[in-house]
């Protein structure tokens, strides 16, 4: 069985939202849209290499990513060069979710099913993994669909028995779930792990940390590579700071999640919130707050690499500090019109 791999991170600006006045920030705050990239650190780890390392462990020696708008309009120029390539099934992952899925597991239903389309589900609905024969691959060509959204636009279910999926799934464009998967990555209810060194008891630290004397750090807590806690702050429990940060004097991040970049200013309660450079999220309320006019906070901005793509992560590295894919360039979308550039990840 010859099985290709594509993987879609959806575009930056569908996702890193920045308003800019009071009145976008509110109909944001209505909003479901994350501030964030799906490519932004979990307790420092890359959910894309999560995904990449559930397909390695099929056999499969290389795979394809490419980001896509809302309407994945992009994915769909590669249709019918995935066609022409011949493969017997394609397996097509949208990165919205970090799930402890067997993917053999997956194939295996797909072929006992004699499903043409198998999306993985799990209680809360589609986790964005779909398994596509080589005819429906060619079907989902000619009509410029993406096979993704094949079922639910009106096939009949009854031909297209879903994978319920049982194990362990967060939505990782979901501010409350993102959180809830980070207390479980440090209370070790999953499989993901902090990346870094553990300094006591459910205590992690990534490499270059800078912490003041004064710095209390209440397990289960995280702080990545390279970020600065000044005198007085206080970080935990279940919070996680992620690299290239700045906690200023005072402050205190509690229950909650600081993304890359981000500066906090002196004697702040960050309590049930993500933070994302200017804008903070209350993780009950979804409501939004900007930051930066009063002060408060605001984006570290750093030189980033020349192959940084796809969000605010390193290029595609495998961990914060790790070595990179080796990745080239795919010209499996030869038109000039296709918007996005697709590339080839050797496994």
């Keep these: 069985m010859e099985l290709g791999t594509v993987v879609v991170v959806p575009a930056k600006e569908d996702l890193f939202a920045m308003p800019g006045d009071q009145s976008h920030v509110a109909a944001?705050?209505?909003?479901?849209?994350?501030?964030?990239?799906?490519?932004?650190?979990?307790?420092?780890?890359?959910?894309l290499q999560s995904w990449i390392e559930r397909v390695r462990k099929l056999g499969v020696q290389s795979l394809w990513i490419t980001s896509s708008h809302g309407d994945d309009s992009e994915a769909c120029f590669a249709l019918p060069g995935f066609a022409r390539q011949g493969f017997d099934r394609l397996l097509m992952i949208k990165l919205k979710s970090y799930a402890e899925m067997d993917l053999a597991d997956l194939v295996r239903f797909h072929c006992e099913k004699r499903n043409s389309v198998t999306e993985a589900h799990d209680a809360r609905g589609q986790l964005g993994v779909c398994l596509l024969d080589h005819r429906e691959l060619q079907a989902a060509a000619e009509k410029h669909q993406f096979p993704g959204s094949v079922i639910s636009r009106g096939r009949n279910t009854y031909d297209h028995h879903p994978y319920q999926f049982r194990g362990y799934a967060k939505r990782i464009l979901s501010a409350s779930e993102r959180q809830e998967l980070v207390r479980?990555?440090?209370?070790?209810?999953?499989?993901?792990?902090?990346?870094?060194?553990?300094?006591?008891e459910q205590v992690w630290i990534g490499e270059g940390v800078n912490l003041a004397d004064s710095v209390r750090v209440i397990g289960p807590a995280y702080?990545?590579?390279?970020?600065?806690?000044?005198?007085?702050?206080?970080?935990?429990?279940f919070a996680s700071v992620e690299r290239h940060c700045v906690v200023d004097c005072g402050t205190t991040v509690e229950r909650s999640t600081v993304l890359p970049n981000t500066?906090?200013?002196?004697?702040?309660?960050?309590?049930h919130g993500l933070v994302d450079?200017?804008?903070?999220?209350d993780l009950g309320w979804g409501a939004v707050a900007d930051l930066e006019p009063a002060g408060l906070g605001g984006r570290i901005h750093r030189r980033e690499s020349h192959g940084q793509a796809f969000g605010e992560s390193d290029g595609f590295s495998r961990a914060e500090s790790g070595s990179a894919w080796n990745i080239v360039p795919w010209d499996i979308v030869p038109s000039p019109t296709a918007p996005q550039p697709w590339f080839q990840v050797q496994l």
């Design 277 to 281: 450079g200017r804008y903070l999220q």
């Design 223 to 237: 702080i990545g590579a390279r970020t600065i806690v000044r005198e007085g702050a206080t970080i935990g429990p």
């Design 184 to 200: 479980d990555g440090l209370t070790g209810a999953c499989a993901l792990r902090p990346f870094g060194t553990e300094i006591r």
């Design 28 to 47: 944001l705050a209505q909003s479901a849209r994350p501030l964030y990239s799906s490519r932004m650190p979990i307790l420092g780890n890359d959910v």
């Design 263 to 271: 500066y906090l200013a002196p004697g702040l309660l960050i309590r």
